[in-house]
Nanobody, 123 residues
Framework: QLQLVESGGGLVQPGGSLRLSCAAS????????IGWFRQAPGKERVGVSC????????MYADFVKGRFTISRDNAKNTVYLQMNSLKPEDTAIYYC????????????????WGQGTKVTVSS
């Protein structure tokens, strides 16, 4: 069964940085597009970023453009989300998921969700 494990979340002050990791267990990420999503308390899960299987194409939600960077290391079977200039409104549980379709920020296109990692941005 495809299983993803997110890590790297925590408490950070506004303006700070975190790097999230999404590691695969039991399968290789090579063929998949990988998306990062987030869900704030009381809100729906939304797309944050996506990276193609080769890593040659990326996509970002407008609210993170210029601050977040998605990358992947297929040799380590891991996808990363570097988050800089964090804001309180970035507080959420962050999830990764896979898709065999084209890269998108559409939650419904993705599956094999991890359990999430919590990010809290607060002073």
């Amino acid at each position: 069964q495809l299983q993803l494990v997110e890590s790297g979340g925590g408490l950070v002050q506004p303006g700070g940085s975190l790097r999230l990791s999404c590691a695969a267990s039991g399968f290789t990420l090579d063929p998949y597009q990988i998306g990062w999503f987030r869900q704030a308390p009381g809100k729906e899960r939304v797309g944050v970023s996506c990276i193609s299987s080769s890593g040659g194409s990326t996509m970002y939600a407008d609210f993170v453009k210029g601050r977040f960077t998605i990358s992947r290391d297929n040799a380590k079977n891991t996808v990363y989300l570097q988050m800089n200039s964090l804001k309180p409104e970035d507080t959420a549980i962050y999830y990764c998921a896979v898709t065999t379709f084209y890269c998108a920020l559409d939650v419904s296109s993705f599956g094999s969700w991890g359990q999430g990692t919590k990010v809290t941005v607060s002073s």
